[in-house]
């Protein structure tokens, strides 16, 4: 059941300016596990997922202090490219931000990036990106329609789609479903289950049914403090914090 | 008093002071706005008006495509092709040098640019469009003009080329700035998950942001091109003024506006009409713009829904 962490992060400290937003945060993250972070709002837990591809490096005032490895990397070496890094670990945002152009160019835009040219590549990577979304049936007639004319529900897995296009090794979501209806909510969480076969999923979700419901494992963040991370099944069950007990019984948050 | 009763009910006529007052500001505010309504109608009717009789007399092919203007000859000559080329080529010169400057200017101000060089930015740029005609022509004619002539060792620098290096500068303040307001609303979800795939700030701001704007940048653009084209002092000081056709970027030449301006003070006759007919296809220039213009909005209006 323990799979090696493909991602390790010790003593990791990040401030906003004069705003420390994480405190000494050590953990793993597990290869091809579903790892939920939890905890109320502004307890740091979208920070830091964002420390995890190095999206916070693009808030004016950040600091960041500690050590994160990818597969024994350092994220925050010189010749650690922050594009590269990024190809690698990908991300899904709360909101789904499909670029205003066809589905087709939405799922090329990353490999074309990255260097791939050919048509018949591309093709293929559109249709294997659509299909490991669960969106390919849906949208297979409409390919070179903008995207904009999708559901929410499909405009988030074809977020979805156009993070797996690039192939990454980790996928990052930040309240992936938060502004989705139940049944497209459904849809993306049944993705997720299918997507840990291949990927390494790491969720921010407020949604603590959610949680318990998809992820392998649960870290509960508080004030920027991580409080507990532990299999999920534990963390619900025998939490071995107070804070966490509260949270989790719903008693705050 | 009955009959007078039962006609203010009808049309509902206020009755307390401020309601009074409400409505008399309402007229007035319907009459300013009525004000330019018909401004434009009656310069409209005015043009038409004024501007087809020498059509008429001179024949609309012979006017539009005659190729030598003699207005003051004795056998005058009003073929206006030269002035309508010339405001075309100094305008399309203008905006292929205007528009990549003034693109890349946007971008480095909405996207690179820090607080402080922004803001000194901004304001220059600001200014620049503040700078009357005159003085831009004054300029062109003390320091561009020579320096044409010096550089490509002219006899005179007054030329198509002076003129259109003048426009050029003179419609970037209307580029950059609607370009920048397009550019800032542009979402930033947009260039976040084109930076969390792996692109620079550089492929997100011309594959993702610039396109996403592009609407707003394409009317930035079409008003550019309708101040070049509508240009008439600066023009007039560093073009030349002579009524040739544009063969060369080094040829003196009339743009439409400055023929109009050069020759009204003394001109009668068929001569008069003439200029008058040089507006009228000048207005019709203009107004096709403001058509695309209008048409780009539209469209981008749709894309955005």
Redesign the interface.
Known sequence: MENAPIITAQNLNLWYGDFKALKNISMDVGEREITALIGPSGCGKSTFLKTL?R?ND?VPGVRIEGDVRLRGQDIFAREMQP?????RV??V?Q?A?????SIYDNIT??PK??GVRNKAELDELVERSLRGAALWNEVKDRLKKSALGLSGGQQQRL?IA??LA?QPEVLLMDEPTSALDPGSTMKVEELMSELKENYTVVIVTHNMQQAARISDKTAFFLLGELVEAGPTAQIFSTPQDKRTEDYISGRFG | MKQNKSFLKKIELPRTPAEWLEAVMNFLFFLCGMLAVGCVILISVYMIASGMPAIRKIGLFRFLFGTEWASTAADPKYGILPFILSSVYGTLGATLIGVPVGLLTAVFLSKAAGPRVRTVVVTAIELLSGIPSVVFGLLGMQVLVPAVAKAFGKASGACLLSAIVVLAIMILPSIVSVSVTALNAV?P??E?????????DT?TWF??SV??AKSGIAAGIVLGIGRAIGEAMAVMMVAGNSPNMPDSLFRSVTFLTTAIAKEMSYASGLQKQALFSIALVLFVFIMGINVVLNVILKGGDR?AR
């Open positions: 591809n999206m693009l594009t590269e890094l990024r190809r990908g991300m945002f909101k931000n499909p670029f205003p152009m835009y990353g990036l990255h977020c156009r993070a690039v | 979402p979800e947009y976040q998950g084109s930076l969390a795939l792996g692109a620079t492929e594959k993702i396109p996403a894309d």
